[in-house]
């Protein structure tokens, strides 16, 4: 993702995130976007992805960490299958109970989440 989809993406969040992004925007080694895991637990309570979903317990949803394993030899073409599927919503792949459709989530933001979710397992540098 080019350092401008970055800024378009944090022009969309919330204000909080203003200074970061004005930091971020200047960054030309930005090539992806990652949220700091405060900026992806902010959006996961706004979002209320919480309701469903935990890091490290299953609920509704999937444990996000075990998203992360299930995916992680493929994270790389998962996080765009994953992306639009927290916009479309859709069951099938963790039982049959289905995640609800998010479509006012823009697809910056969904495939944010998604690599945030996808790198839990890596260690933090
Ligand atoms: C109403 C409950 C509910 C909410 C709210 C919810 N989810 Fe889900 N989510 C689910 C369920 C149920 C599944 C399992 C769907 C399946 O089996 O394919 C799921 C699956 C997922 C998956 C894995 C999809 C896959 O194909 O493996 C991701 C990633 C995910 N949710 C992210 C999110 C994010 C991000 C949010 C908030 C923007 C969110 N969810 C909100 C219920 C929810």
């Known amino acids: 993702m080019s350092v401008i ?3 378009a993406l944090l022009r969309v969040m919330p ?3 203003l ?3 004005l ?3 200047s960054d030309n080694e ?3 976007m990652r949220l700091s895991d405060a ?3 902010i959006f996961i309570n706004q979002k209320s992805c919480n309701a469903c979903h935990e890091v490290d317990e299953t609920r509704i949803g999937p444990a996000f960490r075990d998203v992360a394993t299930r995916y992680e030899d493929d994270a790389e073409t998962e996080v765009d299958r994953l992306a639009e599927k927290i916009i479309a919503g859709g069951a099938g792949s963790w039982g049959y109970v289905p995640m609800i459709s998010y479509p006012d989530i823009t697809s910056e933001e969904a495939r944010a989440i998604s690599l945030w979710i996808l790198e839990l397992n890596k260690p933090k540098s």
């Open 5 to 7: 989809d970055r800024c």
């Open 30 to 32: 930005a090539k992806s």
């Open 15 to 17: 204000a909080l995130f």
């Open 39 to 41: 900026e992806a637990r």
């Open 19 to 21: 200074a970061n992004a």
């Open 23 to 25: 930091f971020a925007c």
